[in-house]
């Protein structure tokens, strides 16, 4: 196994790393719409979303893969009725095949935020 950390995120909120490489499969920790360079994070879901989707790219990107490889996701959501402005956000920052995903709403998150996500990703040769 190695640690993926970069600058380009917030860091870990606690002790887990940003990402795991496992073989081929890249692991992302669940991140949140943070902005890297502010610390603060939109208002609106859909801008949370495409944040943390950000996020988990740069995270990616340093363990040298794509959005596009990723396979799986784990969509947190305080509040259901937000899922169509997670999906609109999701859809303009993803491309099909999209990822398989579960979405899950829960009470709340670590930080006072709408929308956490975790993937796993292939790590390719191309």
Request: aromatic share 4%; net charge negative.
């Amino acid at each position: 196994m190695q640690a993926i950390t970069t600058d380009d995120v917030p860091e870990a909120l606690g002790p887990y790393s940003q990402g795991i490489v496992s073989g081929d499969t890249v692991h992302v920790s669940g991140k949140t719409g943070v902005d890297p360079d502010t610390g603060e994070a939109p208002e609106s879901v859909a801008e949370q979303t495409t944040q943390t989707l950000a996020n988990v790219a740069a995270i990616l990107e340093a363990a040298g893969t794509t959005a596009d490889a990723i396979v799986t996701a784990t969509v947190y959501l305080t509040d259901m009725d937000d899922y169509d402005a997670v999906n609109e956000a999701y859809r303009s920052f993803l491309s099909e095949p999209y990822p398989a995903r579960t979405c899950v709403e829960v009470s709340r998150l670590p930080a006072p935020l709408d929308v956490e996500i975790a993937v796993a990703a292939e790590l390719r040769d191309d």
